[in-house]
């Protein structure tokens, strides 16, 4: 029988046994149909995963038996901090389930000068669903931890999230002569916080402002990328890079 992991928030253990109720009692009862004996992985999002097996079901309340712990491989690739223009519609969707599946650590929604999404309260609902979307794609992808999902954040307060990176990189599209290749083989150790602008491009005097606070301009080649291509194509060359050292 498939094992399958679930992610629960604010985890609590006792005595080896964990107690679910509520949605997570109904996702592994009603959903995923499981009952007394079977497996079920418990990731707290920390970088622990609990080996469980179902120890005994009530109306509303689920006991798990924790067999042991395992805490999460050391990762060689370095955590990527991604701050991205929000788009329109399942495409901001697809890019966050996709950025989450190449192991991005840190999704910021930045709000550019040319950003056509409004962040006001109809994005809030769409937060909620950004956050449902990154556990089940931590999930199905098999990570040990949840990336952090921050509130959207206007472009000029992104750096008191990103004040111990070192690596900045800008993907600008009228950058022609410093490529990913060339930022990469000069990156220093850490994370790295990647910016990428809306459809409509960055303007050159928040390019100014980056540049100005250690943002690096590099371009991906001669090819326009849309921007929810951009952050999946960066994350795929820094997961290249890391698994070939």
């Not at 992991?5 to 009862?29: A, C, E, H, Q, S």
Request: with cysteine; hydrophobic share 40%.
């Amino acid at each position: 029988m498939e094992i399958r992991r679930v992610f629960v928030d604010k985890l609590k253990i006792k005595n080896g046994m964990v107690l679910l109720t509520g949605p997570m009692y109904k996702y592994i009862v009603t959903v995923l149909r499981k009952g007394t004996g079977d497996r079920v992985d418990i990731l707290d999002g920390k970088g622990y995963l609990y080996r469980c097996t179902i120890n005994g079901i009530k109306s509303r309340e689920l006991y798990l038996k924790v067999l042991d712990a395992i805490h999460r491989p050391q990762d060689k690739k370095p955590g990527v901090v991604l701050c991205v223009s929000p788009i329109k519609g399942p495409r901001m969707d697809w890019l966050i389930e996709k950025a989450t599946e190449l192991g991005v650590e840190t999704i910021i929604p930045t709000v550019f000068q040319r950003t056509i999404v409004k962040c006001e309260d109809a994005e809030k609902a769409k937060y909620g669903r950004w956050k449902r979307i990154i556990i089940e794609a931590s999930r199905q992808s098999g990570r040990f931890t949840i990336p952090e999902l921050m509130a959207p954040t206007p472009l000029r307060e992104i750096l008191s999230h990103i004040k111990d990176i070192k690596n900045r990189w800008i993907l600008y599209e009228k950058e022609k002569a410093t490529t990913i290749h060339h930022i990469i083989t000069k990156q220093k150790r850490g994370r790295i916080c990647v910016v990428i602008g809306p459809e409509g491009g960055i303007d050159d005097m928040e390019i100014q402002w980056l540049s100005h606070h250690g943002f690096v301009t590099c371009t991906l080649g001669e090819n326009i990328f849309r921007t929810e291509t951009t952050p999946l194509v960066i994350l795929s060359i820094i997961l290249y890079e890391s698994i070939r050292k």
